[in-house]
């Protein structure tokens, strides 16, 4: 996932794109602060749109070619228990992200949240990830690292990936951006009760 530096550029260009068409807006200085568990959030209130988004990133210098076949197969697990719940959050290598309305926000963030602090990493998903990948990799549809390919795939086990998120997503490395409609009190209060029992 990202490095600081490369979240904070991250930060500024959702910001800047994310609200580029409302220019008459108002949109105030983002505001940083920690939970207890160590995780920061970053948070730009934007009172001219009627969405918030929010990215989940994680400073990870742990992921390399040896362990991006467990990366991608994360990536996907994450992604298939939050697809369950219909709510358009997404996971990628570079973090997780969400758009919602103002009004749904809470709900959406609560999902978020729920697949990131306990993803559903049983073999089934496990083996549904991997064939996933395995169809990408044979219509050369998607990019992935050399290191990804059916051997290396073959290969990782359960364990193998619980390991990889146990040591990767971890409060202290994290990062929540939120941007939108939504003032910093509000957005601590929702990333506290969400995120602050995370450890």
Partial sequence: MLTTKKLFIATIALFATQFVQAQ???MNNPVSFKLSNGMTVIVAENTGTDKIYSSFTVDNETVDENNAAAQNILNLMLNETAS????????????????????DFNKALSIMSGSIKTPALNQSSLDKAKQTI???????DRYYPVSVNEASLAQLTLKDVQAFYEKSITPSKAFLTIAGNI??????AFAKKEFDSWK
């Fill in 24 to 26: 008459s807006s108002t």
């Fill in 84 to 103: 369950e719940a219909e709510t358009g959050i997404s996971f990628d290598n570079k973090g997780g992200n969400l758009a919602s309305l103002a009004t």
């Fill in 134 to 140: 395995i169809e990408h990799l044979k219509a050369q």
């Fill in 183 to 188: 003032d910093p009190t509000t957005a601590r």
